[in-house]
């Protein structure tokens, strides 16, 4: 079974601050990564995904996010952020073996981002 | 450019009533899911379907039932309504089941 745990509910920053949104998974198998933002009263979108090669991603808004393996992490980064960025934030994990129910995404319980003046 | 439409977007529900929520996709997925958000909790998968005529139980599937007749329409079903159904309820679909997901605009359901 696959699990993802996003470390902060909660992160409070100012505008053009950085900021880092943290997320660990746990599986036996090799996985694909996922962000999705959630703008309130709106569904999910995504950000940015891992499949595979480049640990480094890069995905919409000026977001990134690194895979690390080895710590079994997939951390969001934005270097400066704006008042619009204010959103939930949500990390997905699914594994490449099997079919079915082996693949459904699993998401983390999310990160509330806000942007502050 | 629809994507996934879900049908109601809101809606108060009486205990013990039933009701049924419906999605449709218009980008020939193969795979539906349902899932409820709940503060706190993320998103909790409650079915899903790999294709036409087939379902299949995600992590939280008491109380609620699903169908798909047809590939683009995934309908979830409350038999009976509780109050700890109050939540809201996406509906999303992926070309295979570890690809990029794409959601709807969500049911806030109240269960009364």
Redo the contacts between chains.
């Keep these: 079974a696959q699990s993802v745990t996003q470390l902060d509910s909660q992160v409070p920053v100012f505008e053009e601050a950085p900021v880092e949104l943290r997320c660990n998974y746990s599986s036996s198998v090799s996985v694909y990564l996922f962000w999705y933002v959630q703008y309130p009263n709106q569904g999910l979108q995504l950000l940015l995904k891992y499949l595979s090669g480049s640990t480094l991603v890069k995905g919409i808004n000026g977001f990134e996010a690194e895979f690390n393996k080895s710590q079994t992490s997939f951390h969001l980064r934005k270097p400066s952020v704006h008042i619009s960025d204010t959103a939930e934030y949500f990390c997905a994990v699914s594994d490449l073996k099997g079919y079915g129910s082996a693949r459904q995404l699993t998401f983390g319980s999310g990160t509330q981002l806000t942007v502050l003046p | 450019n629809a994507g996934?439409t879900q049908t109601p977007k809101f809606r108060v529900l009486k205990t013990g009533q039933s009701m049924t929520l419906l999605c449709a996709q218009d980008m020939n997925h193969e795979y539906m899911?349902w899932?409820r958000q709940d503060p706190?909790?993320?998103?909790?998968?409650i079915h899903?379907s790999?294709g036409e005529g087939t379902t299949?139980k995600?992590e939280v599937p008491d109380g609620y039932n699903v169908s798909r007749l047809k590939k683009q329409n995934f309908l979830l079903g409350l038999e009976s309504a509780a109050p700890s159904q109050t939540s809201v309820y996406?509906c999303?679909s992926?070309l295979?089941?570890?690809?990029?997901?794409f959601?709807?605009?969500?049911t806030r359901l109240t269960v009364v």
């Design positions: 996934v899911y899932y706190g909790m993320g998103l909790r998968l899903y790999v299949a995600g996406f999303a992926s295979k089941g570890n690809t990029e997901a959601f709807g605009q969500g």
